[in-house]
């Protein structure tokens, strides 16, 4: 049988959508996977900064539209990207083992965060990324930049930029390890929730299509995703917002670090919480972070 794979036109996109084909043709040679590239809004409005666009979903809108009308029978996207609230009649199929989660620092010329001058210019697109980098090093000029990840790399070296926040998992999709610098730990910056998961959707009508791509599901990585997602939904539900979340699973305990910051970057607070529960463990988490945010709120 031959199946229709939805996805973005950028080359991490297709990198990424190129590992589902080649993993689901290795487990089932008997079917033909086919890429099928579609434009979206996010690719159209490349030069507007994230925050001034407003949509949620910009990067999968008309890709979710091609899911419905059937012309598709599933896509693959960043899960990152994915507002909490799907259309409907669309689901997600259990997570595969994610990549990397973690943010990364691309410097020109120093070799770490703490080696950069006073008013170092650093790029990001994110609200998340500046909220955490102005929380570690208040003296940084943060800047914003639009593009695909080697537009951005190319964009900090023309303009003389001192350095770039990016994804470690899609430098790793697109096989540029080398130009990372310096790995941000949880301590320094919380990723964005699902960060290296690859999220693949289908109608929910297509059972044939979720059977197939569950066989290969990670459990670890679903009940991760699950907190991480939940506490996105419960704290606005936006993939633009300032907010963080990352879950590490150790046996059957899930820890889940949080984050949350204002618009403009003046306010930013933490929490970390624990359980055996995902659901439970994003309740608590969110729950913490509204105290106490309405607690600084309340010193301010």
Known sequence: MRYRIGTRGSKLALAQ?????????????????ELVVIATSGDRFSHVPMKDIGEKGIFIKE?????LDGSVDFAVHSMKDMPSALPAGL???????????RDVLVLREKRSLASLPSRARIATGSLRRKHQLLHIRPDLQVV??????ETRIRKMREQELDGIVLAAAGLK???LDAEITQYLDYGEMIPAPAQGVLAIEAAKERGDVIGLVERLADEKT?????????F?????????LPVGAVGEKTGNCLCLKTMYGDEDGGNVVFAQTQGTDPIVVAECAAEDIRAKWSKQAGNR
């Open 173 to 175: 999709r697109l096989h």
């Open 63 to 67: 890709i979710e539209e091609r899911l």
């Open 17 to 33: 959508a190129g590992l589902v084909r080649q993993k689901l043709t290795e487990r089932y040679p008997m079917h033909l996977f």
């Open 91 to 101: 689901v997600l199929a259990k997570p595969w083992k994610r990549e990397d989660p």
């Open 144 to 149: 914003d930049i639009r593009g695909n990840v």
């Open 232 to 240: 996105l939904s419960l704290m606005g539900g936006g993939c633009h």
């Open 222 to 230: 679903a009940h991760e995703v699950s907190a991480e997602r939940h």
